[in-house]
């Protein structure tokens, strides 16, 4: 408002020239540490898939499926089509979107490391009771408590990963988080390998083993450091300054210090960071923020993920075979991450997410075609067909786990000003749950309806989604996370939006 004092107006330099520091042994273990939480959200999609196609946990919780199941050549894409195993899957991610609009204010008051400890004891309570469910309530109360702590855990621990991590490598540091879900996606494919044949108890441990990755998190968010800049903004400059001076291994932060101090006090000039977001200012990072975890989703990697033995068994391939098959997809997943951790910091984001993009529209439109010509309601592939879709599968998780994959997740937790970084944060984990909650309780019915065509859905939003990267995301590689503000003042389109001087006045309810 007029009259009122001006609030700061953040970083009003770039100073990324005057950066120092290197790669230290500490701010490595500790990225490590905080990565582990990105297991936890893999494990529960990998280990759903395989758990909702085992005879056990069918019988005692879906038995319509169970004998939709034992009639495998009445409908091959229909057989699994129920909206309570669907709910199964889903509610989870429906939690976690709550949870993670929750975790929002709790991440900028009291820190990263609070999200993370809350998230760890969330997902620990729910792994217990999933395991010793004996109803359908119990069950479904302990996927929501693994949800709480999912969404928890994906609003905090990219935002950790990205303030620890020096600039030249925060995108390969920031995919500890997408390695250890990849991991944590392999490690349930081979749980479920193994548990599938311990009937009729087998899915409780596939199911209680969660524990395990909700233990170390909890455990880490008690051991770990607070990041430098969430001690700035909440006061504590001494501290932020002997942490910075730690994880950098220098004592010459002073570039880097003033960034943050300059971002901690526009950000504490800010009281509502979610109205703040909406600002024409914040304009770019918002629709980035919206648009980058849905299109992750919309690649359709999570429908493979989440019901790859479902899939494969509905291919016509055996119960092992199928289990055997996603573990498979779920290797090669983790595996391509790597890709992405050796390149994106010499590449870019913009080249790994186009090519990626490409790989995987061609992939997609290749099984679409093979299901719409050699399979149909009443028939199996060959075997030779079978170990091309297999093969050809692969070849997009390994696209995706090289692009859309990490940075899905990465681009959107370095692009914020720390004033509405929380905030934005958060706006990426609920988008993303929510449209993995749409797609996990609409997928299987969508197979059962659109068949084949199903494949081709998912490579026209492939197709969207390169065309919006190849326009509308400027390159982020090399930027510090405090000077992002200056990419968008250059860019082509959102130099048009984004006020070259932006003030913010300390009167405003914001």
């Given at each position: ?28 273990i ?33 038995h319509?499926v ?148 909700a ?47 300059d ?20 304009r ?7 648009c ?21 068994q509905s ?22 991450t ?82 509405t ?28 309806h ?54 913010v ?6």
């Amino acid at each position: 408002m007029a009259g009122g004092p001006l609030a700061p107006t953040g970083v009003a330099k770039e100073r990324a020239e005057l950066y120092q520091g290197r790669v230290t042994f500490y701010v490595i273990i500790t990225c490590i540490v905080a990565a582990v939480g990105g297991s936890i959200f893999g494990y529960d999609i990998g280990i759903s898939g395989g758990v909702t196609s085992m005879d056990g946990f069918l019988r005692e919780f879906f038995h319509s499926v169970y004998i939709n199941k034992k009639h495998a050549h009445e409908n091959n894409y229909c057989k699994y089509d129920n909206q309570g195993l669907a709910a199964f899957t889903s509610s989870l991610y429906f939690a976690g979107l709550v949870a993670s609009l929750v975790a929002s204010p709790i991440t900028r008051v009291y820190g990263r490391r609070a999200s993370i400890i809350c998230g760890g004891l969330s997902f620990l309570v729910g792994a217990t009771l999933n395991a010793a469910a004996v109803n359908m309530a119990m069950l479904l109360l302990g996927r929501i408590m693994l949800g709480v702590g999912i969404g928890f855990g994906n609003q905090a621990v990219p935002l950790y990963l990205s303030e620890m991590a020096p600039t030249h490598l925060r995108g390969a540091l920031n995919m500890m988080f997408q390695l250890a879900t990849t991991l944590g996606i392999f490690t349930a494919n081979m749980v479920n390998y193994g548990t599938h044949k311990l009937e009729p108890w087998g899915w409780r441990l596939s199911l209680g083993l969660a524990a395990i990755p909700a233990t170390l998190m909890t455990l880490g968010g008690f051991l770990l450091p607070e990041t430098p800049n969430s001690l700035i903004e909440r006061g504590s400059k001494e501290t932020g300054r002997k942490v910075l001076v730690r994880i950098r291994g220098t004592d010459q932060v002073d570039a880097e210090f003033q960034d943050m101090v300059d971002a901690s006090e526009l950000a504490n000039a800010i009281k509502y960071p979610f109205r703040n977001i909406l600002e024409k200012r914040n304009r770019p990072q918002l629709v980035m923020a919206i648009c980058m975890p849905t299109f992750q989703i919309l690649t359709g990697i999570n429908s493979i993920l989440f019901y790859a033995p479902v899939l494969f068994q509905s291919m016509g391939f055996e119960g092992n075979a199928s289990l055997y098959s996603s573990a498979l997809t779920g290797a090669v997943l983790a595996g391509s991450t790597f890709i992405s951790i050796a390149t994106v910091d010499r590449l870019g984001r913009r080249v790994l997410l186009i090519s990626g993009g490409i790989q995987m529209i061609i992939c997609q439109v290749i099984v679409a075609t093979i299901l719409g010509l050699k399979f149909g309601d009443n028939q199996e592939l060959s075997k030779g067909y079978s170990i091309l879709v297999v093969t050809v599968i692969c070849l997009f998780v390994l696209a995706f786990g090289w692009s859309w994959g990490p940075l899905g997740w990465t681009v959107p937790s370095e692009i914020f000003p720390l004033e509405t970084r929380s905030a934005g944060q958060s706006i990426t984990v609920a988008v993303n749950l929510l449209f993995t909650f749409v797609i996990a309780q609409c997928f299987l019915a969508m197979l059962c309806h659109l068949k084949f065509g199903i494949f081709l859905f998912f490579a026209a939003w492939i197709t969207v989604m390169t065309i919006f990267v190849y326009a509308f995301l400027p390159e982020t590689k090399g930027v510090p996370i405090e000077e992002m503000i200056f990419l968008w003042r250059k860019h082509w389109f959102w130099k048009k939006i984004v006020p070259e001087y932006p003030e913010v006045d300390t009167n405003e309810t914001i």
